[in-house]
Protein backbone atom coordinates (compact mmCIF):
# COMPACT_ATOMS: atom_id res chain seq x y z
CA UNK A 1 0.00 0.00 0.00
CA UNK A 2 2.57 2.33 0.80
CA UNK A 3 4.39 2.13 -2.64
CA UNK A 4 1.23 2.47 -4.58
CA UNK A 5 0.74 5.88 -2.11
CA UNK A 6 4.26 6.76 -3.06
CA UNK A 7 3.50 6.26 -7.27
CA UNK A 8 0.23 8.80 -6.56
CA UNK A 9 2.21 11.21 -4.77
CA UNK A 10 4.87 10.95 -7.62
CA UNK A 11 2.19 11.17 -10.22
CA UNK A 12 0.64 14.09 -8.67
CA UNK A 13 3.69 16.28 -8.92
CA UNK A 14 4.65 15.46 -12.33
CA UNK A 15 0.83 17.05 -13.17
CA UNK A 16 1.47 20.00 -10.94
CA UNK A 17 4.78 20.49 -13.20
CA UNK A 18 3.23 20.14 -16.33
CA UNK A 19 0.24 22.50 -15.23
CA UNK A 20 2.76 24.93 -14.15
CA UNK A 21 5.15 25.27 -16.82
CA UNK A 22 5.44 28.87 -18.00
CA UNK A 23 5.77 29.14 -21.48
CA UNK A 24 9.48 30.75 -21.84
CA UNK A 25 9.55 30.60 -25.97
CA UNK A 26 12.57 28.65 -27.09
CA UNK A 27 15.03 30.09 -25.00
CA UNK A 28 13.05 28.95 -21.92
CA UNK A 29 11.81 25.59 -23.28
CA UNK A 30 8.35 26.75 -24.63
CA UNK A 31 6.84 25.72 -27.94
CA UNK A 32 5.91 28.96 -29.63
CA UNK A 33 2.62 29.97 -32.09
CA UNK A 34 1.54 27.80 -34.74
CA UNK A 35 0.74 29.97 -38.10
CA UNK A 36 -2.10 28.29 -39.68
CA UNK A 37 -4.28 29.43 -42.76
CA UNK A 38 -5.84 32.04 -41.01
CA UNK A 39 -5.17 31.39 -37.48
CA UNK A 40 -2.05 31.89 -34.93
CA UNK A 41 -2.79 29.01 -32.28
CA UNK A 42 -0.71 28.49 -29.03
CA UNK A 43 1.28 25.41 -28.83
CA UNK A 44 1.44 25.57 -25.10
CA UNK A 45 -1.72 26.31 -24.05
CA UNK A 46 -3.90 25.96 -27.09
CA UNK A 47 -5.28 29.20 -27.45
CA UNK A 48 -6.08 30.59 -30.76
CA UNK A 49 -7.29 33.84 -32.41
CA UNK A 50 -6.08 34.94 -30.36
CA UNK A 51 -3.26 32.96 -29.09
CA UNK A 52 -2.43 34.03 -25.95
CA UNK A 53 1.38 33.25 -24.18
CA UNK A 54 2.93 34.06 -21.36
CA UNK A 55 6.63 34.14 -21.35
CA UNK A 56 9.60 35.79 -18.99
CA UNK A 57 11.21 39.30 -19.28
CA UNK A 58 13.81 38.35 -21.51
CA UNK A 59 12.67 35.35 -23.16
CA UNK A 60 11.78 34.73 -27.15
CA UNK A 61 8.70 33.52 -28.78
CA UNK A 62 9.12 31.66 -32.23
CA UNK A 63 6.24 31.27 -34.39
CA UNK A 64 6.35 28.15 -36.93
CA UNK A 65 4.23 28.10 -40.28
CA UNK A 66 2.28 24.99 -40.28
CA UNK A 67 0.14 23.58 -43.01
CA UNK A 68 -0.35 27.19 -44.83
CA UNK A 69 0.53 26.01 -48.13
CA UNK A 70 1.21 29.09 -50.12
CA UNK A 71 -0.41 31.60 -48.41
CA UNK A 72 1.19 34.52 -46.51
CA UNK A 73 1.35 35.54 -43.23
CA UNK A 74 3.20 37.77 -40.95
CA UNK A 75 3.72 38.52 -37.26
CA UNK A 76 3.34 42.13 -37.20
CA UNK A 77 3.15 44.17 -34.00
CA UNK A 78 0.38 46.37 -32.89
CA UNK A 79 1.85 48.35 -30.04
CA UNK A 80 2.97 50.45 -27.41
CA UNK A 81 4.65 48.03 -26.36
CA UNK A 82 6.53 46.89 -29.63
CA UNK A 83 8.36 44.28 -30.96
CA UNK A 84 10.30 43.97 -34.00
CA UNK A 85 7.97 42.23 -37.02
CA UNK A 86 8.48 40.07 -39.32
CA UNK A 87 8.00 40.42 -43.00
CA UNK A 88 5.54 38.91 -45.01
CA UNK A 89 6.28 35.00 -45.33
CA UNK A 90 5.10 32.01 -46.73
CA UNK A 91 6.20 28.53 -46.58
CA UNK A 92 5.65 25.28 -43.99
CA UNK A 93 8.66 24.67 -41.46
CA UNK A 94 9.05 29.37 -41.72
CA UNK A 95 9.90 30.10 -38.76
CA UNK A 96 10.15 33.75 -37.06
CA UNK A 97 11.69 34.42 -33.39
CA UNK A 98 11.43 37.97 -31.35
CA UNK A 99 13.03 38.33 -27.91
CA UNK A 100 10.99 40.30 -25.45
CA UNK A 101 13.51 42.11 -23.28
CA UNK A 102 10.90 44.42 -21.18
CA UNK A 103 8.00 43.22 -19.08
CA UNK A 104 4.21 44.03 -20.89
CA UNK A 105 1.07 43.08 -23.18
CA UNK A 106 2.05 42.56 -26.52
CA UNK A 107 -0.59 42.46 -29.39
CA UNK A 108 0.34 41.40 -32.76
CA UNK A 109 -1.70 40.34 -35.77
CA UNK A 110 -1.37 38.96 -39.43
CA UNK A 111 -0.73 42.27 -42.28
CA UNK A 112 -2.38 40.04 -44.77
CA UNK A 113 -5.25 38.85 -42.52
CA UNK A 114 -5.67 41.68 -39.70
CA UNK A 115 -7.85 41.14 -37.03
CA UNK A 116 -8.93 37.32 -38.32
CA UNK A 117 -5.34 36.63 -37.36
CA UNK A 118 -4.30 37.97 -33.39
CA UNK A 119 -2.43 36.94 -31.13
CA UNK A 120 -0.97 38.71 -27.43
CA UNK A 121 1.92 38.18 -25.37
CA UNK A 122 1.74 38.86 -21.67
CA UNK A 123 5.86 39.33 -20.90
CA UNK A 124 5.81 39.13 -17.04
Not at 28 to 46: D, E, K, W, Y
Not at 62 to 84: A, I, L, R
Amino acid sequence: MRARSCWLVALAALAVMACSNNNTGPSGGGTGVTVGNIFFQSNHNGTKNPAVDTIAVGGSMTWTWVNTGSTTHSVESEGPPSFKSSSIMGGNGTTYTATFPTAGTYEYQCAVHGEAMTGTIVVR
